[in-house]
């Protein structure tokens, strides 16, 4: 393992908010007096009630977690309204299309009446108080004013990304009985369509079955495509707006009343609804976002994930507006029209810090350095990458060829269920290591475990566990808090388990070694190998399905099947078409499997438990190591699953 030393640059130190004697000392206090430390912190946001509690947390018994609790504040208001007075005129949000000459720029007064007629619109449609709504949109700013006005007036949002499937999306309605949606006739990305309108359309039908009436849909008009119209329950969004009022009180609400849900995938079962709360991730959205990208006021900062996963809510709007930035929004693929898109955006709008994932690096690597090098980008300042593991090499090219070894990069370890950023370099402050996460962020405690909850001290590889809250952690699993105290605090008794593997090294940074349960990273996208599983088994053809993932150069990892079939059924190449298509009807494209491979019968153990290990080795053609298989009710059906691998090196 490269464990080369970047020493911290010149240039970011002699800026940074943060060196590394403050990082030392700050990291110090916060984790000897949690209570005061945050007590200050807290106040980076505006409260209409001042907090007198600061943290009222405890990770074992029925586990409750509270920050700021008898504070009264409001996300809109602090990512908007106490703006208006000295930077009502700064761009707040620059929009970039699909298409290269497509773009806009929205001052912060123009977020605020965007926001507040929307959050009128919502009202008059009967959307009140602890509402949950529906946001399945495109990567338009009115997926943000929509985020902001559900905020605005204490509704909860929970956006389904907008490659997720119609059943997809039923799930999500039907979980948190949501009966307002919003969306837009389609959307572009890469020049394709995507016909988010009618999936809401057909989505609405299946929840209907399920019980969950949807009342109205509110429809942005994006592409003008042609879409099915239902009069008594669909909204045009631009009528609506147009003759609502331009301003809307924010509702008081408590720190600790539901900010969104946003849905993940585990290791079993179906997706879990995360749930965060308003006041402690405000507050460290907000803070995450300034120092660990060292973010100063004037600069032009862009995330390019989607605000259907987390990153974007965390890093595209709530911190970044939060703390008054101009944060860029982009529509589009990052090889669309070629694959200097990017770096173009970047001069166009002098990007100076720049936040993406190691998927799209890979692929911008692979299409070579002249897309790159043929670009300025001499407003970066700060990169980042979030999502997966980063390999070295990604990294070494990142930092030389996309930063011109002027730029630090920030490997930022964090996960939907944290709600901002746990473990990272900051700038100014930590000489970096390509693929280390390197130190953990204020106020986090990591610590490593062996598989029977053993502490493990120093030089370590382990399960990556957190001992005490910090205030942007998920508060429950939406509807049941059962499942939330038995998925992350009973594997290992009174601590929050990650579900990573991690290394610390002899300088006591933190390597994140990947997933060590059943949950699997394509292209930063996280997935659960039972709901590729559940896709599977529920075509005809199949009677049972066993998925595992195995390294991929591009995507980080890739999604191999192993396929039992029905009776009379055939394993042909037009079988495995099918099912590929089967999958992505029913989950999306980002559950694309990559290897199916038929199998007479899968490798179990005698109580019938599937021998996953086997099956991963065989999926990585490593099967020269696979253990002992002497426990396998029969292990005859190894030798057919070695000699029909899909994956042959
Ligand atoms: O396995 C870790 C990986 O992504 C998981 C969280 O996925 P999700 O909730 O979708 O959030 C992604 C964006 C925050 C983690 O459990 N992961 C995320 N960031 C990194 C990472 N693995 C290694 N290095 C990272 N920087």
Known sequence: MPNKTYKVLKDAKSRALIDDDTYQKWYKQSIKDPEKFWDKHGKRIDWFKPYTKVKNTSFTGKVSIKWFEDGLTNVSYNCIDRHLEKRGDQVAIIWEGDNPYDDKKITYK????????????????????????????????????????????????????????????????????????????????????????????????????????????????????????????????????????????????????????LYTSGSTGKPKGVLHTTGGYLVYASMTHEYVFDYHPGDIYWCTADVGWVTGHSYIVYGPLANGATTLMFEGVPNYPSPSRFWDVIDKHQVNIF?????????????????????????????????????????????????????????????????????????????????????????????????????????????????????????????????????????????????????????????????????????????????????????????????????HDLKGQGIYCYITLMEGQEGTDELRKALVNHVRHEIGPIASPDKIQFSPGLPKTRSGKIMRRILRKIAEDEFGALGDTSTLADPSVVDDLIANRQNKK
């Open 355 to 551: 936040y993406t994932a190691p998927t799209a690096i890979r692929a911008l690597m692979g299409a070579g350095d002249d897309h790159v090098t043929k670009t300025s980008r001499k407003s970066l300042r700060t990169l980042g990458s979030v999502g997966e593991p980063i390999n070295p090499e990604a990294w070494i090219w990142y930092y030389n060829v996309v930063g011109d070894k002027r730029c630090p990069i920030v490997d930022t370890w964090w996960q939907t269920e944290t709600g901002g950023i746990l473990i990272t370099p900051l700038p100014g402050a930590t000489p970096l290591k390509p693929g280390s996460a390197t130190r953990p962020f204020f106020g986090v405690q990591p610590q490593l475990v062996d598989n029977d909850g053993d502490v493990l001290e120093g030089t370590a590889e382990g399960n990556l566990c957190i001992v005490d809250s910090w205030p942007g952690q998920m508060r429950t699993v939406y509807g049941d808090h059962e499942r939330f105290i038995q998925t992350y605090f009973s594997t290992y008794k009174g601590k929050y388990f990650t579900g990573d593997g991690c290394r610390r090294d002899d300088d006591g940074y933190y390597w994140i070694t990947g997933r060590v349960d059943d949950v699997i990273n394509v292209s930063g996208h996280r997935m659960g190998t039972a709901e590729v599983e559940s896709a599977l088994v529920s075509h005809d053809a199949v009677s049972e399905a066993a998925v595992v993932g195995y390294p």
């Open 110 to 261: 123009e977020l605020y009446d965007h926001v507040c007629r929307l959050a009128n619109v919502m009202k008059a449609n009967g959307v009140k108080k602890g509402d949950r709504v529906t946001i399945y949109m495109p990567m338009i700013p009115e997926a943000a004013y929509a985020m902001l006005a559900c905020t605005r007036i204490g509704a909860i949002h929970s956006i389904v990304f907008g490659g997720f499937s119609p059943d997809a999306l039923a799930g999500r309605i039907t979980d948190c009985k949501s009966t307002f949606v919003i969306t837009a006739d389609e959307g572009l990305r890469g020049g394709k369509k995507i016909p988010l309108k009618h999936n809401t359309d057909l989505a609405i039908k299946i929840a209907e079955r399920d019980g969950v009436v949807v009342q109205k849909v509110l429809v942005v008009q994006r592409t003008a495509g042609k879409v099915e119209w239902f009069a008594d329950r669909d909204i045009w969004y631009h009528e609506a707006v147009a003759s609502a009022k331009p301003d809307c009180p924010p509702a008081k609400m408590k720190a600790e009343d539901p900010l969104f849900i």
